[in-house]
């Protein structure tokens, strides 16, 4: 009985118990910033990717709707794609007129279509790169994977 008394008394190692247990937290606290820091580094590459393509298709423009070396642009400039993700890169060419109405994004004869006013039409393109980043840890308030997704827009004349 005496040994249980003395041990209640005894604060000797109370300091050891509460820096484990705030160490853990620290720990924990740091694991998930590292995390959530890699999908965020992740997401800056992407959106590198995204401009490097884009840079190629206002050096290259595309011809009648193939988009296939921009794609291959984006790609070889993407970091590799980590296991599992699903990575996805989409082009839409679009055009406009001054005022902000959809128009035809067609030539005719190799001469631009213009607007109702007579101005030229504004063409656009638009990349978008997104794919999946795996956690690597699973936390109980955030789902396993988050969607990363970067576009870009550049007027092509």
């Known amino acids: 009985m005496k040994l249980f008394s003395k041990l209640r008394k005894d604060e000797e190692g109370s300091i050891v118990i509460e820096t484990a247990a705030v160490m853990a937290l620290i720990g924990m606290i740091s694991v998930g910033v590292v995390d959530f820091g890699l999908a965020y580094v992740r997401n800056m590459e992407l959106a590198n990717a995204a401009r490097a393509g884009l840079q190629y ?11 296939s070396a921009i794609v291959a642009s984006v790609e070889a400039s993407a970091p590799e794609a980590g296991a599992g993700a699903n990575r996805n ?3 839409v060419l679009y055009c406009e007129c001054p005022d902000g ?3 035809d ?6 001469i631009d279509i213009t607007c109702d006013d007579g101005t030229l039409r504004k063409a656009y393109l638009d990349i978008t790169i997104s794919e999946t980043y795996d956690l690597l840890l699973s936390y109980y308030v955030f789902p ?5 997704s970067q576009t870009v827009t550049a007027r092509l004349n």
């Open 105 to 110: 994004c067609t030539t005719e004869d190799g």
């Open 101 to 103: 109405t959809p128009s």
């Open 89 to 91: 890169i989409s082009t």
């Open 144 to 148: 396993d994977s988050l969607p990363l």
């Open 57 to 67: 298709a206002l050096v290259r423009k595309p011809v009648d709707g193939d988009y």
